[in-house]
């Protein structure tokens, strides 16, 4: 995290993401039409909406996978708007994907391991000068990334290939990698999406512990019960704006938000 | 005759170890970071000429020639091959993989026809003779000459191998693989994925032209048409056959196809009449081409592949693994998905 986003962090005034008239188009479709979205820190926001909603474009947007059209994103009172998502993840705000990414030919644990930032043993001529100090930074990852793997249950994995876990197991990676790197806010597209009832459950837990440690969480996710469970407060969004905000259970019954879910089949 | 295989034995061990470093250089770029570099020769060249220009001595009507030892000439061709490579990456390592791939082959085309027509520079059509060559005092002696200059090659492959082993296991080398990979996930953890593509296009080209180095001053004398495409064919087929990803790989790769390169043109040699022999050497390419689809077939990731567990810092720690602390209940949690 950057000195500038650490003083503003203290004054704890500027919301840790802050985006304002975010409007995305490809060719004549505005897949974000007009959003604005603040989320405090320390809190676990659901991200509701039908498919096609303009959800993941946000989120690539908030990421910086994707540049705005118009609009602008700050974090923690940092203006990120043309920024890439490495300088995001750099101020604390870092994504898994819908579809999970792993490093297919590398181990599970090397995968974890690629997470930390700022190593010296990224740089070329460190592994020369100071082999001491890379080799030391690295024992203390390899610790940190086992304890990772322990959190989301892939120990007894940690050497196999990536490629070789199943679609649950992956999106439980991705959640290790990104641990690894120590963000404050951590965006997650669809963490249970296609995942069996045990993980599901396994996913619901170690979120909630996350929360609980104070990273501030934000969930795309289809499953109400699951928002239900974990979020304080649901966005809904439909055609690339949104439509509503509050409780669970508030947001469910807003008829807007039905009629957007029905809309489709209507 | 035994003097006469020995110092034939030399000479061969010391070509393939020439080519065992533009594989290493290569195996930086490819194996490891997945940058599709087709103008391998054009970095070879680039080596070679730098090298020649420092260490000749002045010649009329020649521009350069400015008599250094052969070390600063090695150096030099490995510098500024790589400050190129760094120049060239800058315009295009944002490009695609098969993007990239017309990129490097278009600068070799126009490094081939720099040297082809920047006469006062390059010599032209003809090329630059008389570079020394070292432990030229040896000349008449050709065993010691020979073993000599395969010392020097294997030592600088060694070095070579261990300082690249060291990159290839280090966190360095992780963010590269997980470059290659998946260069958005990459990206979302915070790798700024172009400066390391750049990183380790500009590292690859800088070995690629130390090599150049090395075989103009083993050779003796360069020419642009030294430098062709079929050299690149050969690189290639080199590393994907030793094993892409893996350093041995490399080497081994290049002494193997380098065998059967030698081998077949001996064989051409001894079976084809004296007018037919020009056509019939197309023969080793077309050798060279099969021997690369069989790897492919039935080994595709090479004879020795990369390993599984990389990082060097792991090795030592896999013994002392703790229990871990959540139980794992189920042997699949998720069994849906595979």
Known sequence: ?266 | MIGALLSYGAFFMTTALIYAIVCLGLNVQWGQTGLFNVGVAGFVAIGAYVSALLTTPAAPGRFAGFDLPIAIGWLGGAVIAGLLSFLLGALTIRLRADYLAIATFGAAVVIHLCMLNLQSLTGGPFGIGFIPRPFASYAGEPLEFGFLNLALLAGVVLMLYLSLERLLRSPWGRVLRAIREDEAAALALGKNSIRFRLQAFAVGGAIMGLAGAAQAHFIGFIAPDNYQPTLTFQVWAMLIVGGSGNNRGAVLGAIVVWAVWAISGGAIAAIFPAGEQARAASLQIVLIGLALCAILLWRPRGILGEVKIVSRHLAGLSAQRAQPSFAVKDERLDGEKT
């Open chain 1, 1 to 266: 995290m950057s000195e500038q986003a650490q003083a503003a962090s203290k004054t704890g005034e500027a919301p840790l993401i802050e985006a304002r008239g975010l409007v995305r188009e490809f060719g004549g479709l505005r897949a974000v039409d007009g959003v604005s979205i603040a989320l405090e820190h320390g809190e676990m926001v659901g991200l509701i909406g039908p498919n096609g909603a303009g959800k993941t474009t946000l989120f690539n947007l908030l990421a910086g996978s994707l540049r705005p059209s118009s609009g602008r994103i700050r974090i923690c009172g940092v203006d990120v708007s043309t920024a890439g998502p490495d300088s995001r993840l750099r101020l604390g705000v870092g994504r898994t994907f819908q579809i999970p990414r792993p490093f297919a030919a590398m181990t599970v644990l090397e995968n974890v391991l690629t997470g930390r930032q700022n190593q010296t043993g990224e740089r070329i001529a460190m592994n020369f000068l100071q082999p001491g100090r890379v080799a030391a930074e690295e024992r203390r990852a390899v610790d940190k990334a086992r304890a990772l793997l322990d959190f989301v249950t892939l120990s007894r994995l940690e050497n196999e290939p990536a490629r070789v876990l199943s679609g649950g197991q992956r999106k439980l990676l991705e959640l290790a990698r990104i641990l690894m790197a120590d963000p404050q806010a951590i965006l997650l597209d669809e963490p249970a999406a296609g995942v069996n009832p045990a993980l599901l459950e396994l996913i619901i837990d170690r979120l909630r512990m996350l929360n609980g440690d104070g990273k501030t969480i934000l969930l795309i996710e289809h499953n109400m019960d699951m928002v239900g469970r974990l979020c304080g407060r649901v966005v809904a969004m439909a055609s690339g704006r949104l439509l509503a905000e509050g409780a669970p259970a508030a947001v469910a019954a807003n008829p807007d938000v039905v009629a957007a879910y029905l809309g489709e089949a209507a």
